[in-house]
């Protein structure tokens, strides 16, 4: 069973940082390209970050330079996210997604609630 399963969420005040995990299984995680995909009450998806099965990374610009995303293909099989002086306009459910690189077979997790706030 394919499953990506995010967790780190919650709420911090403005400048503070937070670390999402997205453990994913029943997929080749190694030969699959990771993002981390953000959406905004009353707002469509927005692109956050991704890192290619190469390690190569790109990142939206409104958190390029504050935010830091990594993977561990060897022992844990999880992309994370590092966010750093988070601002209230990062307040949104922050999804992983996975698109399988030979076959462009798409895998989503449920999401986790991040709130900038003070």
């Known amino acids: 069973e394919v499953q990506l399963v995010e967790s780190g969420g919650g709420l911090v005040q403005p400048g503070g940082s937070l670390r999402l995990s997205c453990a994913a299984s029943?997929?080749?995680?190694?030969?699959?390209?990771m993002s981390w995909v953000r959406q905004a009450p009353g707002k469509g998806p927005e692109f956050v970050a991704t890192?290619?099965?190469?390690?190569?990374?790109?990142y939206a610009s409104s958190v390029k330079g504050r935010f830091t995303i990594s993977r561990d293909n060897a022992k844990t099989n999880a992309v994370y996210l590092q966010m750093d002086s988070l601002k209230p306009e990062d307040t949104a459910v922050y999804y992983c997604?996975?698109?399988?690189?030979?076959?462009?077979?798409?895998?989503w997790g449920r999401g986790t609630q991040v709130t900038v706030s003070s």
């Open positions: 029943g997929f080749p995680f190694g030969s699959t390209d």
């Open positions: 997604h996975g698109i399988r690189i030979l076959t462009s077979t798409n895998y």
């Open positions: 890192i290619d099965s190469d390690d190569s990374t790109n």
